[in-house]
């Protein structure tokens, strides 16, 4: 089975910091503790009204982590401007309100296809990598197939949301979207709301490539550490794929 990628979100790391200004909780470290826990990339958005990242901690991601960069941005010539300066590995577009707390549903790519193309003309032009934010949703898998998307990222909040049956439900739209989402071609990505409790079914669905996962993670760290959540995290999706701890099976061997 293969390996399920995690890239971890570093934005409420930063949001902590601005809550009272000044230099600490520092994102940048964050990433580099990631990195030592085995994440396999790291993940920021940079909103228009900046209420976590920064501009300066983008240069810095981008100059000091070893790891594939992915930035979440709107689909606006501010971002897109600074998308093209640092080069990022992968640019993930995703919808953006001033009044929301955080990123709520996915990106309506069915009905923007004339707006969203141009941006991802421009990203792939410059060998950035382009990933839509969307819904576990047929429609909006064939939009951003259209429109050249590489990568799409199925939101997992409804399905964190749901209780019961209605989390099954939640689950079996997730799974067929996956299998469908890769026959036409597009990496499947998921994230949003998951957590130690959420992630195994997710994470179990063979066609994902890839979870970014942030804001339980550092939540968790509070009370764990950062490292330890992360390794936590790692541990669950592996389990779910079927995929030996080494340290496992080096005690056995012993």
Request: glycine fraction near 10%; aromatic fraction near 4%; include cysteine.
């Amino acid at each position: 089975m293969s390996k399920l990628r995690l890239g971890v979100n570093i934005d409420h790391v930063a949001t902590i910091r601005n809550a009272r200004g000044g230099h600490f909780p520092d994102p940048v470290r964050a990433a580099k503790l990631a990195v030592a826990a085995g994440a396999d990339g790291i993940t920021a958005h940079l909103r228009e009204d900046r209420r976590h990242i920064s501009d300066h901690d983008i240069k810095r991601l981008a100059r000091e982590i070893p790891l594939p960069l992915n930035l979440e941005m709107a689909a606006t010539e501010e971002m897109l401007e600074i998308a093209l300066c640092h080069k990022p590995n992968a640019c993930c577009l995703v919808p953006e309100r001033r009044e929301e707390l955080t990123t709520e549903g996915g990106l309506d790519v069915a009905s923007a296809r004339g707006h969203l193309g141009p941006y991802v003309k421009a990203l792939k032009g410059k060998g950035i990598r382009v990933s839509m934010f969307i819904d576990p949703d047929k429609a909006q898998l064939d939009a951003a197939a259209e429109i050249g998307a590489d990568i799409v990222e199925l939101h997992t909040g409804a399905y964190c949301d749901a209780m019961g049956a209605a989390r099954g439900t939640a689950l079996a739209r997730i799974a067929e979207s996956v299998e469908y989402g890769a026959a036409l071609g597009l990496e499947i990505h998921a994230g949003h709301g998951l957590s130690f409790e959420t992630v195994g079914e997710i994470a179990a669905l063979q066609g994902i490539v890839e979870l970014n996962i942030g804001h339980f993670l550092v939540g968790e760290a509070i009370f764990t550490g950062l490292e330890s959540s992360i390794r936590q995290m790692r541990v669950l999706m592996d389990e779910a794929r079927g995929i030996a701890r080494s340290d496992a099976s080096d005690a056995k061997s012993a």
